[in-house]
């Protein structure tokens, strides 16, 4: 298959870099806030913005993602907006903050999942921001001369404090450590999910190493490097620091870096799951069609005919002699129309069996 | 799916006069490993009233596959053996244009999971050289898997088709339909 550049992703994502790039120097007050030892951190999660944004633009432009992520802003930003922006918020938490659609398939995949989405996106959440120098951490100049006080601690934010804490204080240390919580739920999530990819025989047969097993393997490789940093000088004087800082960095630059083309982009494309939820409604409102044969509502008639300029920009042509098309059908009515279609075909050639 | 023994010199052929309706495949199918135990193979009475004809679906996985293409989150693929794959759970958004395109009926659209499911040929089974759980388990043969000389000896009078007219689209399927001897299409409308 062949590949060429999509410039109009690719400007989109330049663009998105280069404000990203120039938001991060005067964020991290002209580099002062900057921590140099993240550099190559730094260079990797560019990569993935660039990437990530490039992909989702050319992902945008297939006909059936354009035709749903248009119809999705046009729904929301019609009739009752409040109303939609509440359904919006909620879905968003039912469905991407909690996963819920996965608690069916299975509680233990749920769990799973929840402890893998939840660490990950923590772990997003501290590590993104301190790597472009838009958070860092000072020690209150006054009590660090005092030596009789306990000293202060300060969070920046774009180098303004948004809040003090204690050095030795409960929030110093789940705040100091909160990365280690992220790798204990990475861990627990990702072990149970290579454990059902190992074990179960449909998985085995339908997944590949490198787009199923390697995301869970990297994933557990940059939690337990992770926990290793911290074990190391916590416990055993800065043995294999060294050797844990280059494998943790190794890992998680690879996972930056394959964000946009591999299983993680998935993280990206999941709020379409909401855009789909609201087309359902509002099409719901608008009026469902009905299947000419079995006479009863299938879908929203604002689906069939959005299929309809979808297949045909896609090169599909199932317009009926009468104007009308195979799409109006419903998934019954199509089994039923290609069944007596058989049957008169065999009939005609004079024998039911042959 | 990186290494298997798939037999390509095996087809599925299917009779839909030959169905008597008994859902055998539907609790077989229900069996596959990679369904997660939901069947997705369709047997319907066809004019209940009028006629005893059943109709048995299996995924015709299509050589241009209409439910991949109208997939808006590309979570459908087909693989270098033919197989169009059941949506990737990961990707799929249950937006249910696949259920709505595919001209043979044959997506569903797991209303619990929020996700689609199909029929992807049990490829636990065939990806192994062994045959399709509705196939191994059809007492009237309405649903074969095996080659084509066997099929010729089985049915002499009955030619294989693997295209379909759905008014002005044609579509190519890599599972066959039994016809009358010469046939070479089925024109549906």
């Not at chain 1, 993240?38 to 260079?43: C, V």
């Not at chain 1, 006479?295 to 045909?312: A, E, I, P, R």
């Not at chain 2, 709505?100 to 490829?123: I, Q, W």
Request: proline share 4%.
């Amino acid at each position: 298959m062949q590949h060429s550049l999509n410039k109009k992703a690719a400007v989109i994502a330049l663009i998105a870099t280069v404000i990203c790039v120039v938001v991060s120097f005067y964020g991290s007050r002209k580099l002062q806030n900057f921590d140099p030892a993240l550099i190559a951190y730094l260079f990797g999660t560019l990569f993935a913005l660039f990437g990530g944004i490039y992909r989702y633009c050319v992902w945008l432009q297939r006909p059936p993602t354009w035709m749903y992520f248009k119809r999705t802003w046009q729904l929301a930003f019609t009739g009752k907006i409040f109303a939609h922006i509440y359904s919006l918020i909620a879905d968003a938490v039912k469905n991407l903050l909690f996963q819920s659609f996965i608690y069916p398939r299975s509680k233990k995949r749920w769990i799973a999942h929840f402890m893998l989405a939840s660490g990950c996106l923590a772990a997003f959440a501290i590590t993104i921001p301190l790597t472009l120098g838009w958070i860092n951490f000072t020690l209150d100049p006054a009590s660090a001369l005092d030596p009789g006080t306990t000293k202060l601690y300060a969070a920046n934010f774009f180098g303004f404090k948004v809040m003090n804490f204690k050095l030795g204080s409960v929030m110093a240390f789940l705040i100091f450590h909160a990365l280690t919580w992220c790798s204990w739920f990475v861990i627990a999530g990702a072990v149970v999910f290579l454990v059902r990819r190992l074990t179960n025989a449909g998985l085995i047969a339908t997944q590949t190493f490198e787009g199923d097993l390697l995301p869970l393997i990297l994933l557990i490789i940059i939690s337990v490097t992770g926990l290793g940093l911290n074990f190391s000088y916590a416990f055993m004087k800065g043995i294999a620091y060294d050797f844990m800082s280059v494998t943790h960095a190794i890992a998680v630059i690879l996972f930056l870096v394959w964000i946009p083309f591999g299983k993680f982009f998935h993280i990206i494309q999941r709020p379409a799951q909401i855009g789909a939820h609201i087309y359902r409604r509002e099409g719901e409102k608008k009026g469902m069609a009905v299947c000419p044969y079995t006479g009863d509502k299938f879908t929203t008639q604002m689906h069939v005919d959005d299929l309809k300029t979808v297949t045909k920009q896609l090169g599909f042509d199932f317009t009926l002699e009468d104007g009308t098309s195979h799409l109006d059908y419903s998934p019954e009515g199509k089994r039923s129309l290609l069944a007596k279609a058989h049957l008169k075909a065999r009939q005609e050639g004079g024998n039911l069996f042959g | 799916m990186e290494t298997t023994a798939y037999k390509t010199e095996m087809e599925f052929f299917v009779d839909m006069q030959r169905c008597i309706g008994c859902k055998a495949c539907e609790m077989a199918c229900a069996e596959c490993e990679t369904n997660g135990h939901e069947s997705m193979i369709h047997v319907n009475y066809v004019e209940r009233a009028v006629t005893i004809q059943t109709t048995v679906q299996v995924c015709m996985h299509c050589d241009d596959p209409v439910c991949a293409k109208v997939c808006p989150a590309d979570a459908i693929a087909k693989d270098d053996f033919g197989v169009v794959h059941s949506a990737n759970n990961a990707r799929c958004i249950g937006c249910s244009n696949c259920v709505m395109a595919c001209p043979f009926g044959v997506p569903k659209k797991e209303e619990k999971y929020d996700m689609m499911m199909k029929c992807n040929m049990c490829y636990d089974r065939t990806s192994a050289g062994k045959k399709p759980m509705c196939a191994t388990v059809c007492p009237s043969q309405a649903l074969f898997y095996g080659t084509r000389e066997e099929i010729s000896r089985m049915r002499p009078n009955s030619t294989p088709v693997n295209k379909f007219i759905f008014g002005e689209q044609e579509v190519t399927t890599k599972v066959n339909i039994m016809m009358p001897k010469g046939s070479t299409h089925l024109k549906v409308h």
